[in-house]
């Protein structure tokens, strides 16, 4: 009877055991990446506490990027690092959005990362238990200009249930340095403000492919107002505005391959 027991006993403990190790007990729920839409953002709602339990703890200096104070540009990728210290298995999730939630460029995994749900999210793909936990990649700005300030919404976790929670949010550079072979964006805008039409008067060295955006200074979406060649020489281009535009303060962007110029306009 004694034996009987004793190997009942171990049996148990056995299976105590496994029941630890997958439920996550002292450690990550999900040690080989978190599930989409837990970084505490407005448009997520929810972090890893949903999980984890316990209670989200703010945190600073675990985002760090190399965008310049001055901002993103349009097109470009950047490089991104979350790092943090404690004792225990640890794992994060990070998205780029608006405080409605919507994606903001494209994050780009890097070692022991992975993105999810296109590119909106990044998780660790393996818990770390280094005393400093480090994941470096990248992140791409969106191509077209116009998405305005970006934040970078993060949750992480040091053993559960240690959750914090913390946000870095760049401005976008709209004032890109333009070239010193810049006279062949040479332009003049009128009038200034504008209420149905807009005019544009150029000087180009040579027929040059051109995009004109027109950008709230809000950083809400952007509009297109031409996209064509522009003859070689000095010209006339009549520009309709959208019906849609809302009075307020814009920059008119013009774009020809990396050649870029800008102008403050008031919308009436």
């Known amino acids: 009877?004694?034996?009987?027991?004793?190997?009942?006993?171990?049996?148990?403990?056995?299976?105590?055991?496994?029941?630890?190790?997958?439920?996550?007990?002292?450690?990550?729920?999900?040690?080989?990446?978190?599930?989409?839409?837990?970084?505490?953002?407005?448009?997520?709602?929810?972090?890893?506490?949903?999980?984890?339990?316990?209670?989200?703890?703010?945190?600073?200096?675990?985002?760090?990027?190399?965008?310049?104070?001055?901002?993103?540009?349009?097109?470009?990728?950047?490089?991104?690092?979350?790092?943090?210290?404690?004792s225990g298995k640890k794992g994060f999730e990070l998205s780029p959005q608006k405080p409605t939630g919507e994606q903001v460029g494209t994050l780009i995994a890097g070692t022991g990362s992975k993105v999810l749900s296109q590119g909106k999210y990044i998780t660790h793909s393996q818990a770390s238990t280094s005393t400093t936990a480090t994941w470096s990649f990248q992140w791409q700005a969106p191509a077209q200009p116009g998405s305005g300030p970006v934040t970078f919404y993060l949750a992480h976790v040091i053993s559960k249930p240690n959750v914090f929670v913390s946000n870095l949010t760049v401005e976008e550079n709209y004032h890109v340095g333009i070239p010193e072979n810049s006279q062949t964006m040479n332009f003049e805008v009128y009038p200034n403000p504008a209420s149905d039409y807009l005019f544009i008067k150029y000087n180009f060295v040579a027929e040059t492919k051109v995009t004109l955006f027109l950008l709230p200074v809000s950083g809400s979406s952007s509009f297109v107002l031409f996209s064509g060649m522009l003859s070689q020489g000095e010209n006339e281009l009549k520009l309709a505005l959208p019906e849609e535009l809302t009075p307020g303060l814009y920059i008119l962007k013009m774009q020809a391959g990396s050649y870029l110029n800008t102008s403050k306009i008031l919308i009436k």
């Open 1 to 86: 009877m004694r034996l009987r027991y004793l190997v009942l006993t171990c049996m148990g403990f056995s299976a105590l055991i496994v029941s630890l190790s997958f439920s996550g007990e002292g450690g990550l729920k999900y040690p080989n990446g978190a599930p989409a839409g837990y970084t505490g953002s407005p448009g997520d709602g929810q972090n890893c506490t949903a999980c984890h339990g316990g209670n989200a703890t703010p945190a600073s200096g675990v985002i760090s990027t190399d965008i310049p104070p001055t901002g993103y540009v349009a097109g470009m990728t950047y490089n991104v690092t979350v790092s943090f210290s404690g």
